[in-house]
Nanobody, 111 residues
């Protein structure tokens, strides 16, 4: 079972940027597709972006053009670069792979 640890969240003003990291355990992590989700306060978890084990990436319309997902297999890490942040981007951000989820990292965007 892969284990995932997110980091990089914090408080940022609207228009600012953050980069989240998701570190996965195990030598097979590089063979797994990884996705980012978020859960806004009082709402359901929603899909943001995913990265295949190779080069395919996909984004939700709500973040397309503002967020970029990338991975560094040498570091077993998947990143989510978030630009032009809005207050509605506030929430707990999670990464997931092979049915496993990290503990989440809080992102708060102030207006």
């Amino acid at each position: 079972q892969v284990q995932l640890v997110e980091s990089g969240g914090g408080l940022v003003q609207a228009g600012g940027s953050l980069t989240l990291s998701c570190v996965g355990s195990g030598s097979t992590f590089r063979e797994k597709a990884v996705a980012w989700f978020r859960q806004p306060p009082g709402k359901q978890r929603e899909f943001l972006a995913n990265h295949s084990s190779r080069t395919y990436v996909n984004y939700a319309d709500s973040v397309k053009g503002r967020f970029t997902i990338s991975r560094d297999n040498a570091k077993n890490t998947v990143y989510l670069q978030m630009n032009s942040l809005k207050p509605e981007d506030t929430g707990v951000y999670y990464c997931t792979a092979s049915g496993a989820w990290g503990q989440g990292t809080q992102v708060t965007v102030s207006s």
